[in-house]
């Protein structure tokens, strides 16, 4: 079955760039129509919505995080990645990544922990 | 705030029913498909409802969808102490051209 799994550092400090790769397995990041999303969750809060890329390439973006973040894919790895840049504690969060099919997100990574702190 | 708005917290005794709403907008629940998910403590959250009210398989038909105009609502019938969870409501907002979810509804089981 597909399995989605995230990775990257579980520290970031403030200003810097965060970055997280979601590894998928069982099936090619390139079969559709799916797209592939990123998801974050501060501790004791709701859902929030990342951004998402389809198999084309083409993105979209929460509005409010818009300006920091670019979602990109690598079909050749099977990969797809989050860069946030100009992190601030208000980034501290468990990141999902998760597959959307298209109209909900039927797949879910186990999520990463990254905390922003010098 | 949440473009969607869900109730803090609901709570009902085993073996009973609880609704969950999730009220929006037209540029959201209106005119898009409404999903559900259940997310258990220090997991991630799992798809319970997608297409507004269709059910994943292995998701068992005590637990239901509607949705009528901006509002929707999850149902869960029959209850466990296994149900308690966060519950959220997701859709695709038509103007913001985003995914947006609810705040999050605690179901305690009493």
């Known amino acids: 079955q597909v399995q989605l799994q995230e990775s990257g550092p579980g520290l970031v400090k403030p200003s810097q760039t965060l970055s997280l790769t979601c590894t998928v397995s069982g099936a090619s990041i390139s079969s559709g129509p799916y797209y592939w999303s990123w998801i974050r969750q501060p501790a004791g809060k709701g859902l929030e919505w990342i951004g998402r890329?389809?198999?084309?390439?083409?993105?979209n973006y929460n509005p409010s995080l818009k300006t920091r973040v670019t979602i990109s894919v690598d079909t050749s790895k099977n990969q797809f990645s989050l860069n946030l840049s100009s992190v601030t504690a208000a980034d501290t969060a468990v990141y999902y990544c998760?597959?959307?099919?298209?109209?909900?997100?039927?797949?879910w990574g186990q999520g990463t922990m990254v905390t922003v702190s010098s | 705030q949440s473009v969607l708005t869900q109730p803090p917290s609901v709570s009902a005794a085993p073996g009973q029913k609880v609704t969950i709403s999730c009220s929006g907008s037209?540029?959201?629940?209106?005119?898009?498909?409404v999903s559900w998910y259940r997310q258990l403590p220090g997991t991630a959250p799992k798809l319970l409802i997608y297409e507004n009210n269709k059910r994943p398989s292995g998701i068992p038909d005590r637990f239901s969808g509607s949705k009528s105009a901006t509002s929707a609502t999850l149902g869960i019938t029959g209850l466990q102490t296994g149900d308690e969870a966060d519950y959220y409501c997701?859709?695709?907002?038509?103007?913001?051209?985003?995914?947006?979810f609810g705040g999050g509804t605690e179901l305690t089981v009493l």
């Open positions: 997701g859709t695709w907002d038509s103007s913001l051209s985003a995914r947006v």
């Open positions: 998760a597959r959307e099919d298209p109209h909900a997100f039927d797949i």
């Open positions: 890329i389809y198999t084309s390439g083409s993105t």
């Open positions: 037209s540029s959201n629940i209106e005119n898009n498909y």
